[in-house]
């Protein structure tokens, strides 16, 4: 993708697209100027490099391929200690597993993540990309990408085949489009095998949705000319992966619009990498929060815990500005929402919150400027653009304002500095600072009995800590062994999780942990045999529940030894916490959202 | 202005069984030939990266299996495996053996079945590239197809570039793609300013029509 991206190309890229302008330049007919003309960095031409001929060839070299994965396959030793160790913690993790990216690290364990089977010390298996906490920052991204591609080649290279979880774009022509590891252009070949296959099928009037091999899974999925891969040895369930691959075509959407098939009507052999170039940290961060954002299966979004008050304050300036021809006004906190407020009967899906968040989030020049870009909410309208407009408050806080108007800079900008002055005045940024300080829900603080429950919500969620009703024994997080739990409002579209605490201390076993619960949701959302009301399981990990009613579903883990009747009460006792905190961890009323 | 970013090209090779396609591929993707001949079962894809001219390329090769069918007259025909495959295609090799007589004919066959199968938009002007290959067989004594029977044929339809290779010895490989390339970046569509509709507020959140928008 930064492939293509070593010249100076005329065409309309909404997606690298030097979002910002510079506040007062050539503004105004500022998009049509940036979109008729971009100049692209120049991302290290890497013309001079070693050239290795891609092969395939299908279909014998492809099942080839899936066996020489699997020869490579570790066998992980059952894990029988509950708490597996982690080589590294949080983010150190990441960082270490990243310096290894490509290199084929000699021990897959010491870059933190040991699949799903518990720890492993085998130093021959195949590596997923250990990749540390939510916050990591694009360049670390970029970094990753850049060192594939100094050191691999392309699919007949061991450090790419080793790869856990592979997602690939391509044309129905067969050519590439994005790829998350590896040059996208020394997989041609690969991708010809995968379009050949996809074409073969299709051909039997048939739809080919999953190909098992060992413990590979191959998804596909066909959204008219774009073909979406995804190969994979960490045992998510079908219906996970496709709808990551749903989503990652949504971020290819926001970026382009549907439009894009228009092109390929009239041109088949129309090649689209140009049109993405500069977005591949949109896409690896994306990918990444499969990994440890659960609203990509929950598919609701999750709320910055703030006194009721100082989120009405919030709303309330929002709202003013959308009745001035404002479409969405959203103010966000990294991945959390403060408030959000729509034009009347404009309602914003809970995936496009997250496909937008994920595209400013990723983008660095976003944060250094305000900036105005056209972007496409997919599920509001995939045919076509919105104008936004946004701008960091503080290194957290980012207010993003969408109008239909593609001449609305200056307007949006007025809005924002009237919506800024009011979040000053009124201290909402400050009470941002300070509940991303004290946390979320803390399982220590789930309140022991009822009586304690009325103390307990007239606190602010941090400050019922400072004297906590149950003292945690080390180690063991809250009351009866609970370790952590996700509670999904159903008619909000909303859920809150709650903050990781020990013995799920680092990412790799919150990861494993997102999958775990990933898995349930699918199993309760199956459609052939669900959906279910409630699921008890036990495995050498934990004990997982999942309870789901008209109004909520609740997801809730537990130390493996914790005793089921405890348990169960004890997921009582969250219900009603969460229902006495929701002013705070919720966002209520004049929402949007009506779906 | 051309935009100097890589091209990816794809070019389907075609050709009767047994006239060197895939060796032709091999010869010039791995440096390779073998004596052996293999039936091409599945489709066989390979990627090469070549520079010219001070750009970029990358061609994805394929080389289609055919089903050998019989018809009720008995008489061999091939059944391909569908429109798929050459979808998109850049540029399609015609391969013949020069020592092979019917080899040569079928090239119209061959010629009519792309174009029906990939049913380009211009398909007078798309780009096709032919080859005579096996020019080394018994220092040549055993050709058949003269050189000037093959350019005739390439002049009538539409001056087809001509190169006769080897690919046991690898002579005039590298040229015959060299050309495939040049030819690529002779067609090269101009870069064209996509442009999306924007959501128009007067019909809400409806869908918007999609009269105007990608010019590409």
């Known amino acids: ?595 | 202005m051309a935009s100097r970013r890589r091209m990816l090209l794809k070019v389907i090779i075609l050709g009767d069984s047994g006239v060197g396609k895939t060796s032709l591929m091999n010869q010039y993707v791995n440096k390779k030939f073998s004596n052996q001949y293999k039936a091409t079962i599945g489709a066989d894809f390979l990627t090469k990266e070549i520079q010219v001219e001070d750009r970029l390329f990358t061609l994805q090769m394929l080389i289609l299996p055919f089903l050998q069918i019989w018809d009720t007259a008995g008489q061999e025909r091939f059944q391909s495996l569908g429109v798929a495959f050459y979808r998109g295609a850049d540029c399609c090799v015609l391969v013949y053996d020069v020592n092979v007589v019917k080899s040569f004919d079928n090239l119209n066959n061959w010629r009519e079945e792309f174009l029906i199968q990939a049913s380009p938009s211009d398909p007078e002007n798309f780009p096709f590239v032919v080859l005579g290959n096996k020019i080394d067989v018994d220092g040549g004594n055993s050709r058949v197809v003269s050189e000037k029977k093959a350019k005739a044929w390439c002049a009538s339809k539409g001056n087809i570039p001509y190169f006769e290779t080897s690919a046991k010895e690898g002579i005039n490989v590298e040229a015959a793609f060299e050309c495939i390339a040049k030819n690529a970046l002779k067609n090269e569509p101009e870069e064209e300013i996509y442009l999306p509709d924007t959501v128009d507020m007067a019909g809400s959140s409806r869908l918007q029509s999609s009269s105007s928008g990608c010019e590409c």
């Open chain 1, 1 to 595: 993708m930064d492939s293509a991206s070593d010249a100076p190309i005329k065409s309309l890229r909404p997606a690298d697209r030097e979002p910002n302008i510079a506040a007062g330049l050539q503004q105004v007919s500022a998009t049509e100027a940036r979109l008729s003309s971009v100049t692209l960095k120049d991302s290290s031409s890497r013309d001079g490099e070693d050239r290795v001929p891609s092969n395939g060839s299908l279909p014998a070299d492809f099942y080839d391929a899936g066996e020489e994965i699997e020869a490579e396959d570790e066998e992980a030793p059952p894990s029988v200690a509950a708490a597996p160790e982690g080589s590294f913690e949080g983010d150190i993790a990441w960082r270490d597993g990243q310096g290894m990216d490509g290199e084929a690290p000699p021990s897959p364990s010491s870059s933190g993540y040991a699949g799903e089977r518990g720890s492993s010390g085998d130093s021959s298996g195949i590596v997923e990309e250990s990749d540390g906490s939510g916050g990591v920052s694009q360049v670390d991204w970029d970094k990753g990408k850049q060192r594939l591609h100094e050191n691999m080649q392309d699919d007949a290279s061991v450090s790419w085949r080793k790869r856990k979880k592979h997602f690939i774009i391509l044309s129905h022509s067969g050519k590439p489009i994005y790829s998350r590891y590896g040059d996208e252009h020394k997989l041609a070949g690969f991708a010809a095998t995968l379009q050949a296959i996809i074409s073969f099928v299709e051909n039997g009037r048939d739809r080919l949705k999953c190909v098992r091999a060992g413990k590979h899974q191959v998804v596909f999925l066909v959204k008219g000319p774009i073909y979406l891969v995804c190969i994979c040895c960490t045992e998510e369930p079908y219906e996970s992966l496709r709808e990551q691959l749903e989503l990652l075509y949504g971020q290819m959407l926001l970026i382009l619009t549907k439009s894009i098939d228009r092109c390929f009507e009239k041109n088949p052999k129309f090649d689209m990498t140009p049109l993405l170039g500069g977005t591949e940290a949109v896409f690896s961060s994306l990918i990444h929060s499969f990994g440890w954002n659960p609203a990509t299966f929950l598919h609701a979004y999750t709320c910055l815990p703030l006194a009721y008050s100082t989120r009405q304050a919030a709303g309330a300036i929002l709202q003013d500005v959308a009745d001035s021809g404002v479409l969405f006004a959203i103010l966000m906190c990294k991945h959390k929402v403060i408030s959000l407020v729509g034009a009347q009967k404009a309602t914003l899906h809970p995936d496009d919150m997250l496909l937008l968040a994920n595209f400013i989030l990723s983008s660095e020049s976003f944060r250094t400027s305000e900036s105005f870009s056209p972007i496409c909410l997919p599920r509001y309208n995939p045919m076509a653009f919105l104008y936004a407009y946004v701008q960091y408050l503080d290194v957290d806080t980012y207010l993003t304002l969408l109008s239909t108007n593609s001449d609305a800079f200056y307007h949006l900008k007025d809005c924002r500095i009237r919506i800024e002055s009011v979040l000053v005045k009124s201290n909402v940024l400050n009470e941002v600072q300070r509940s991303i300080m004290e946390g979320g829900m803390h399982v220590e603080d789930l309140p022991v009995d009822s009586s304690l429950r009325s103390g307990s919500a007239s606190n602010h969620l941090g400050m019922g800590r400072s004297e906590p009703v149950l003292v945690p024994q080390s180690g063991s997080g809250g009351p009866a062994g609970l370790w952590h739990f996700i509670y999904r409002s159903i008619n909000l579209d909303q859920y809150v999780s709650s903050e990781f605490s020990s013995p799920l201390n680092n990412f790799s076993q919150h990861k494993r942990l997102y999958r775990a619960y990933q898995r349930l949701y699918a199993s309760m959302h199956d459609q052939q045999t669900g959906p279910h009301k409630t699921q008890y399981k036990r495995d050498e990990d934990y004990v997982l529940f999942c309870w789901i009613t008209q109004d909520f579903e609740l997801y809730a883990a537990f130390d493996p030894l914790a005793d089921k009747a405890q348990a169960i009460k004890t997921c009582n006792r969250v219900c009603q916490w969460v229902r006495d905190l929701e002013n705070e961890i919720f966002l209520f009323g004049g929402s949007p959202f009506s779906w």
